[in-house]
Nanobody, 123 residues
Framework: QVQLVESGGGLVQAGGSLRLSCAAS????????MGWFRRAPGKEREFVAA???????KYADSVKGRFTISRDNNKNTVSLQMNSLKPEDTAVYYC?????????????????WGQGTQVTVSS
């Protein structure tokens, strides 16, 4: 079982930037895809971005062009650079490890989850 720990959340003004990081322990990411999801107040958890072991990426339309996902397979970390943040990006952000090697956007394809980190964007 992989343990995931997110860091880097916080409060930022609209238009600002934050960088989220996720570190794994217990087992390595291996060739599994990794993803970021978020849950806004009163809403379901939604897909944000995913990346394969080889670096192929996929983004939700709402963050495309503003967020960048990356991973360091040697350090067993995955990051999410968030630029041009908007108030609607306010949510708890979760790092997730997929049980598949290809890109996945459904939560059921992920079997390892972090505890989440709060991102709040003020207008």
């Amino acid at each position: 079982q992989v343990q995931l720990v997110e860091s880097g959340g916080g409060l930022v003004q609209a238009g600002g930037s934050l960088r989220l990081s996720c570190a794994a322990s217990g087992r390595t990411f291996g060739s599994n895809a990794m993803g970021w999801f978020r849950r806004a107040p009163g809403k379901e958890r939604e897909f944000v971005a995913a990346i394969t072991w080889t670096g192929v990426k996929k983004y939700a339309d709402s963050v495309k062009g503003r967020f960048t996902i990356s991973r360091d397979n040697n350090k067993n970390t995955v990051s999410l650079q968030m630029n041009s943040l908007k108030p609607e990006d306010t949510a708890v952000y979760y790092c997730a490890a997929s049980s598949f090697s290809n890109l996945q956007i459904e939560t059921r394809a992920y079997d390892g989850w972090g505890q989440g980190t709060q991102v709040t964007v003020s207008s």
